[in-house]
């Protein structure tokens, strides 16, 4: 399904398909999960990283589910499951299934240790990757 409106790198994205979405020299990722929808993380707090009361160190973010146009903004964005060449993608059913049980959910990470793709890439192939590349 073609998204209009949208500035698309790498061909129309499908249920289950991990977008990158450039962001200067870094990149947000999400999954994209039909009907031009991503689920992907946000900080808990619009515009600033909140720490947990536990550790200055721990990061508080958002499972939220929105429009790929909503979070792209001006950004590009790609189709872009880097992975499976080595792994092999959960069934897409229980890839949604999986997102869409996380949706409102806060998820608490090592600022040191953050890597934007570790949740949609624990969506989509399970533990079967660590690690980006």
Sequence with gaps: M???DMKDDKGDPKPGDLIEIKRGHDAHWALYVG???VIHVTPVDEGVASL?????????MKV???HLREVAGDDSWAVNNKYDQNCTPLPLNE??????????KDIVYDVFDFKSDDFVRKLRYGGQVSGTG
């Design 2 to 4: 073609h998204i209009p």
């Design 64 to 66: 939220k589910m929105e």
């Design 35 to 37: 009907d031009g929808y």
């Design 52 to 60: 947990a009361a536990e550790s200055e160190t721990s990061l508080i």
């Design 95 to 104: 890839i949604i299934w999986r997102a869409e049980r996380c949706i409102g």
